[in-house]
């Protein structure tokens, strides 16, 4: 087994045990991953080849996939947070 396959394994158990720990507990190993991430799919591509790189980079997106929007948004200006909530809940409801 090649050393770059065992780290993508190890990341990817790492990954599940972060996404096991409590949202207030999860920020700082998931940045980690997340920034180690293009670094260990390079590595895949290296070693084994484009369309292992690419399956990595599908896996990477479906495991990170909020973070990634969220910075997408951010990075293209579009505002992030919670929807903004409605001055007046019962006017939708029907008045009879």
Request: net charge positive; with cysteine.
């Amino acid at each position: 087994m090649n050393w770059s396959l065992l780290a993508g394994c190890l990341w990817v158990f790492a990954s599940a045990i972060t996404a096991m720990l409590p949202m207030r507990r999860q920020y700082p190993p998931g940045i980690t991953l997340l920034v180690l991430a293009p670094v260990l799919i390079g590595w895949l591509a290296y070693d084994y080849g484009v369309w292992i790189a690419l399956a990595g980079v599908f896996a990477f997106a479906s495991m990170f996939r909020n973070p990634l929007i969220y910075f997408a948004k951010k990075g293209l200006g579009i505002p992030v947070g919670p929807p903004p909530a409605d001055p007046d809940p019962g006017a939708s409801e029907d008045p009879r």
